[in-house]
């Protein structure tokens, strides 16, 4: 069953999350087909999308959805994930070219520099005028040097974002997809380290709880994060450590796959191409299909339905009140 483990190391500023995406994970890729439509990297990139989206969210208070989108110039036109509140998650990606074996981020990504990964917080409950908050990064490090991890880039974006040193791991194949997060907790007002008062953008890289734990979670591999459960993960990377562990999400409790597309989420994308681009389609197919990038559910419009898209309700025939 997928699960999200949290936990905090006694006595030092240091929190962690362990997840694991199996059935909810397996169902994503059952729902895209057969594996031959898309490449084992790419879905290994789709896993980890989700399994990082999980972690993050877990990790803030917020309300409202969480993506991730990592696009640029390589024959992954577009990798996403996207995790709800209660821990509902979804993935895609749209593959446009031959992704060579192996690959990694910059020869999916970002072949010619132009890579980038997206971070979106959008509120459930929008205000009038409210837009979501959106945080970019390059698909590189401070030197320009191309980042081949996904794990590497969004360490990045937490310390530019948040301040705050972070370590994840991230690994998925066709049957898991896993993640360890380790953050350092973040100050309350100032913190006095070595005589003086240091903001916490000031404490990056200086807490030693932190770097030796990170040291720690870095000697995780990747074929025990895909392999081993997570009590097992956590004896073998900390049993020098006093963790406080916390019962385990799962369930409807904790991560699983959901979809939330709809009949009338995609009437609206239909009426936004506009009366003449559907028309088009209608007079070419005799109907319009739509199906959906996440769960591979398909939409049908026939030509009926597509007229009802575009007349104001005010002008519609009311429906039958009779009742048999």
């Known amino acids: 069953m997928s699960e999200l483990h949290k936990f905090l190391f006694e006595g030092l500023p240091v929190r962690g999350m362990l997840v694991r995406l199996t059935e909810s994970w397996q169902e994503v890729l059952r729902r895209r087909g057969s594996s031959r439509v898309t490449p084992p990297e790419v879905r290994a990139l789709m896993g980890e999308l989700a399994a990082a989206g999980v972690l ?10 969480l993506v991730i ?6 024959p992954v036109k577009l990798a996403v994930a996207e995790v709800q509140p209660d821990l509902s998650f979804r993935a895609t990606a749209t593959v446009i070219g031959e992704v060579p ?9 970002n072949v010619h520099g132009k890579g980038r990964c997206a971070i979106t917080l959008d509120p459930k409950d929008k205000k009038p005028g409210q837009q979501p908050y959106q945080g970019v990064v390059a698909l590189h490090g401070d030197h320009k040097e191309p980042l081949q991890q996904l794990s590497q880039v969004l360490e990045h974006y937490m310390l530019q974002s948040e301040q705050l040193d972070t370590r994840l791991v991230l690994a998925a194949n066709d049957q898991i997809a896993a993640g360890l ?11 006095n380290l070595g005589g003086s008062r240091r903001s916490s953008e000031e404490l990056i890289g200086l807490s030693e709880g932190f ?16 392999t081993l459960d997570a009590p097992t993960i956590l004896r073998r990377l900390f049993w020098e450590e006093t963790l406080r562990q916390f019962a385990p999400q799962q369930g409807e409790q904790g991560p699983r796959f959901v979809c939330n597309c709809s009949r009338e989420r995609v009437g609206s994308m239909l009426r936004a191409l ?3 681009e559907v028309d ?9 299909e739509i199906a ?13 339905d597509v007229g009802g898209l575009f007349v104001p309700p005010s002008d519609q025939m009311p429906g039958s009140q009779a009742i048999n």
């Open 181 to 191: 997060l380790i953050q350092r907790l973040p100050v309350e007002g100032m913190a």
């Open 211 to 226: 770097n030796r734990v990170a040291h720690l979670a870095a000697t995780l591999t990747r074929e025990e994060l895909l």
């Open 101 to 109: 074996a192996g690959a990694h981020l910059e020869a999916m990504l």
């Open 280 to 288: 088009g389609i209608v007079v070419e197919q005799g109907r319009v």
């Open 56 to 65: 993050m969210h877990a990790n803030i208070k917020f309300d409202g959805a």
């Open 69 to 74: 989108q990592a696009f640029g110039d390589g």
């Open 292 to 304: 959906c990038d996440f769960c591979g559910r398909k939409y049908h419009f026939d030509p009926v």
């Open 274 to 276: 506009g009366r003449d």
